[in-house]
């Protein structure tokens, strides 16, 4: 099979990854400037290639959803931009990320600084087992930010940002572990918000969530939208299609991941230009 | 209609079971029962604060207490930022032939005979290093002990950390270090705290290397550099070498369990303190 990814993603710029309103409210993901430029990546873990020859630009302000069947590289790539793969022992990165013009894999790069920038938010929601302000406190006094004032002003912004404010103003101080799931989900958002990132990578944030906390974690991220460039993973094609400004779909072939076709969200779901995506999105395959 | 059937082997299984249990718990409290019953005369404060006479028949204990916990701190010094590093080493910096080849040998020190760390701390210390016999000696013989145990304990605390947490923190930018600091090692306190109170329990109980690298002096030391005769020791004197000892071994091994319980319930305290405070701030 033919894949011609590079030709889809430049002949996106032709419609319009926006809607009307976001339009009138002058939204950054109305103009296509390119945050992320991911040129014939790939990864390989223990000289085994996951994700092979992927190229994409992810625009600055917008959500993009990685969607595809498991196993064809979306959370390899995920990893990648955030250089989140050093951790895994045998991992190979090839190709070219560059984010804001600044090529991720420089040795120079100071690694802590990229991962401040973007941050990045798991599967399962992963609390430290600290306090709920500790959570939120403790990374900020790693990054430098020491004032008392201007730390309780930062853990109060970003769980008002999550919407969790209401819900935990009055037991900060006791363990973020006995917190609801979507609650501790949330608060691993506001953690990563604290840090003012530019970059949200989110991998499958509410498959592990209950329907119900999974609306309120999906609403949140509807939200981020304009301020953060969202890359996120999902399963749930419906909630791509709810959120997502582009998506990109992965496919396997021969055990290797690659991307098929990357477009408009919208464009990609309703006429898609390949046969795979055609099938994935209407369910007959995957 | 829906009668139960007897399971014969159910009945069995929970007699057994309890039949076990009893059989344990029952030991140990005859243990403890016969020493308070043979050691609650001896158990006042001159006791504690004389000094042993006519050795060690009548008197107190005072010197061979202060030897003891003088061994105890230096051996635990020595064990715990070696110990703490190695097991840190172990689990979050190498995996590999290096590694396997640490732990397979920390097993086998693990099992070594006390006797045997005896003469090698009494060769190394003693001699070879010019200490002599003093607590110097003593302590540190008794860490090359407690290192392997503690080292396993901690590195499996360690281990059983949930990597989520590790890549959690690597993707808020925080460091190597912040991340141990902050959060691998508080979450692994438990077993931390574990590893450090079956350390202090086999310290205490410790006789043989301690007859090789303390000595057995039961002067009041002035410096480390002085032999002191550690309790067990003292109680091993009394009653294999002093005829007539027999109360005050039984006084000083009444001692030694409380001293143990003690020592343990403020290691706990500590650690839980230093390290469960990130955990949940009062």
């Known amino acids: 099979m033919k894949i011609n990814s590079n030709t889809t993603s430049q002949s996106e710029t032709s419609t319009v990854p926006y809607t009307l309103g976001d339009m009138e409210q002058g939204a950054a993901c109305c103009i296509p400037v390119p945050h992320i430029e991911v040129e014939n990546l790939s990864v390989a873990y223990q000289g085994k ?28 790539l995920l990893s990648s931009l955030n250089r989140l793969t050093d951790l895994i022992p045998g991992s190979q990165m090839q190709g070219k990320v560059h984010i804001d013009g600044v090529d991720v894999r420089d040795p120079q790069l100071d690694v802590m600084t990229l991962r401040r920038k973007v941050g990045m938010i798991f599967q399962k929601p992963n609390p430290f087992p600290l306090s709920i302000r500790r959570n939120i406190e403790m990374p900020l006094r790693e990054h430098g930010v020491k004032q008392r004032g201007e730390l309780e002003a930062r853990v109060t912004t970003a769980l008002q940002d999550v919407g969790l ?122 | 209609m829906f009668k139960q059937p007897a399971r014969y082997s159910d009945v069995m299984l929970t007699l057994l079971v309890w039949l076990a249990t009893l059989l344990v718990v029952g030991l140990f ?73 640490i732990r397979m040998s920390l097993n086998i020190l693990a099992g070594v005979p006390s006797i045997v760390f005896g003469l090698f701390g009494n060769a190394l210390f003693c001699i070879w290093l010019g200490m ?14 407690m290192l392997p145990l503690f080292i396993s304990t901690t590195e499996s605390g360690l281990s059983a950390v949930t990597n989520e947490w590790r890549h959690g923190a690597a993707a808020l930018g925080l460091s190597h270090t912040a991340a141990l600091w902050q959060v691998l090692l508080p979450a692994a306190s438990p077993a931390i705290t574990a590893g450090l109170m079956l350390s202090i329990g086999r310290a205490l109980a410790e006789t043989a290397a301690l007859i090789f690298t303390s000595g057995y002096v039961d002067r009041m030391p002035t410096s480390l550099s002085d ?44 650690t839980n303190r230093f390290l469960s405070q990130r955990i949940t701030p009062s």
């Not at chain 1, 630009?57 to 595809?68: D, P, Q, S």
């Not at chain 1, 301020?227 to 996120?232: C, E, K, N, P, Q």
């Not at chain 1, 990357?262 to 898609?272: A, E, T, W």
Request: proline share 3%; glycine share 10%; charged share 15%.
């Open chain 1, 49 to 76: 290639i996951v994700l092979e020859d992927v190229s994409l630009n992810i625009n600055k302000g917008c959500i993009t959803a990685l969607i595809g069947p498991s196993g064809c590289g979306k959370t390899s």
């Open chain 1, 165 to 286: 404010w209401d819900e935990v103003r009055d037991r900060l101080d006791t363990p973020a572990l006995s917190l609801s799931g979507g609650q501790q989900q949330r608060l691993c958002i506001a953690r990563a918000l604290a840090l003012e990132p530019a970059i949200l990578l989110m991998d499958e944030p509410c498959s592990a969530l209950d329907p119900i906390a999974s609306v309120v974690v999906e609403e949140l991220i509807h939200s981020l939208r304009n301020r953060y460039t969202v890359v996120i993973v999902t399963h749930n094609l419906a909630q791509a299609r709810r959120v997502a400004n582009y998506a990109a779909f992965f496919w396997m072939t021969g055990r290797v991941g690659k991307l098929i076709e990357f477009g408009r969200c919208q464009s990609l779901f309703d006429s898609p230009s390949h046969d795979l995506t055609a099938a994935y999105v209407t369910g007959v395959s995957g």
């Open chain 2, 29 to 101: 409290a005859w243990l403890v029962g016969d020493l308070i019953l043979h050691g609650y005369s001896k158990l006042n404060l001159a006791f504690l604060l004389d000094v042993p006479q006519n050795a060690g028949r009548e008197g107190g204990i005072a010197p061979i207490l202060v030897s003891t916990l003088l061994i105890l701190a230096v051996a635990l010094l020595a064990t715990l930022p070696l110990g703490l590093a190695t097991a840190v080493y172990l689990s979050e910096y190498t995996n590999g032939a290096l590694a396997n080849g």
């Open chain 2, 132 to 145: 002599g016999f003093s607590i110097w000696s003593g302590g540190l013989t008794l860490a090359c002990m």
């Open chain 2, 227 to 270: 032999s002191g005769r550690a309790l067990s020791v003292h109680i091993y004197d009394l009653s294999m070498n002093v005829t007539g000892g027999d109360a005050s071994a039984y006084g000083s091994a009444l001692v030694l369990i409380i001293t143990l319980m003690v020592i343990s319930g403020i290691a706990v305290g500590l």
